[in-house]
């Protein structure tokens, strides 16, 4: 059998922890041939490929980004007009034409549901789940996740130091467009005076108030923003208004937007970070490079059955397997009580 490898969306750490294990198990357990595909969707949709053996994954295990590149390319954008044919018919005969009998595709929502509908025209697709938002409803937990966290806690810590010398409001941006999965949980873990989530829009003046009662206990406040997070007063400030081949926005700009607010109605100095695509790059926690290749394992494993149309997912401890179309249903958002934790800590 020869099986296709991709990785889509937006880079994540730990994605070559899949790829390298997709390969080594289908390799020297099942005598599976690979070939990978360049740049997500683009690499099927223009016959891209580089191969893809037991050699070209020695070594990547712990190095961030993939080593197949990715892209937002959107093949169901791509319909078929005079003389031409869809972005789905063009995949299709590229598969046929280079012998590929699988697809084993990486992504988030997005390149998940490009892998639903091509596996509704006939293809045989096995998907595995990745976003550093942990915002997919399937799977407890995504790999990416703990190491975006982790590096956000580390800068929330690092500011705390800063807006003490020079007794500061600081804003820490981090990502997050419709789940404040990352701002919740390194919010807590480094100890942010205010969380703001997309789940729950916020009020300035309250989030004024937190700043203005930090102070008086002679601390500088820490806010952190998810970038999909919007103020309840106005509408929400984005840096881009363009988007991109999925329809999304591209977001930023809340956390300077607040900032601006803050000094405004305070009065205090408030400087604004944005980690941006600093949580996604870089090396990959253990955490997520154990969970990443045991997704990869047991995604190859689902191409030797036969059980296409399927992802696999982290419920508890265990790694299951669960329709694709269940996969890419609904978004998992912060629930109220959850956040209701976290305001425990506010002020």
Excluded at 187 to 200: Q, S
Aim: aromatic share 6%; glycine share 14%; net charge negative.
């Amino acid at each position: 059998m020869r099986v296709g490898v991709l990785t889509g969306g937006g880079d994540c750490p730990g994605l070559n922890a899949v790829i390298r294990a997709v390969v080594r198990r289908g390799t020297e357990e099942f005598g599976y041939e690979f070939v990978g595909f360049r740049d997500g969707w683009r690499g099927p949709l223009e016959g891209d490929t580089v191969p893809l053996d037991v050699q070209a994954v020695r070594g990547i295990l712990p190095r961030g980004g993939t080593i197949l590149g990715s892209s937002r390319t959107n093949p169901l954008a791509e319909s078929a007009s005079q003389g031409s044919r869809s972005g789905v018919e063009r995949i299709k005969d590229n598969l046929s034409g280079l012998g590929v009998d699988a697809l084993v595709v990486t992504g988030g929502e997005d390149t998940l549901g490009v892998a639903t509908r091509l596996h509704g025209e006939g293809l045989q697709v096995v998907g595995v789940p990745k976003t550093i938002d942990n915002d997919l409803g399937a799977t407890d937990y995504t790999f990416g996740f703990d190491t975006a966290v982790n590096i956000a806690m580390e800068a929330i810590d690092r500011l705390h130091t800063t807006a003490e010398s020079h007794h500061r409001a600081l804003i820490c941006e981090v990502m997050g467009r419709h789940a404040g999965w990352i701002a919740l949980h390194a919010g807590l873990a480094g100890g942010a005076n205010v969380i703001l989530i997309p789940e729950k829009p916020f009020s300035i003046e309250k989030v004024c108030a937190y700043v203005e009662h930090r102070f008086q206990t002679r601390y500088a406040p820490i806010v952190v923003v998810a970038e999909g997070a919007t103020p309840q007063e106005e509408d929400v400030q984005v840096a881009d208004q363009r988007l991109d081949a999925f329809g999304h926005v591209r977001l930023g700009g809340i956390g300077q937007t607040l900032a601006d607010e803050i000094e405004k109605r305070t009065g205090k100095e408030a400087r604004c970070t944005v980690l941006g695509h600093v949580q996604r790059g870089g090396t990959p926690t253990a955490y997520d490079r154990v969970l990443a290749t045991r997704f990869g394992i047991h995604a190859i494993g689902a191409v030797h059955d036969g059980d296409f149309g399927t992802m696999v997912a982290l419920r508890g401890t265990d790694i299951v397997r669960v329709p694709l179309a269940e996969a890419t249903r609904e978004l998992k958002t912060v629930p109220p009580e959850r956040y209701a934790e976290a305001e425990v800590f506010f002020g």
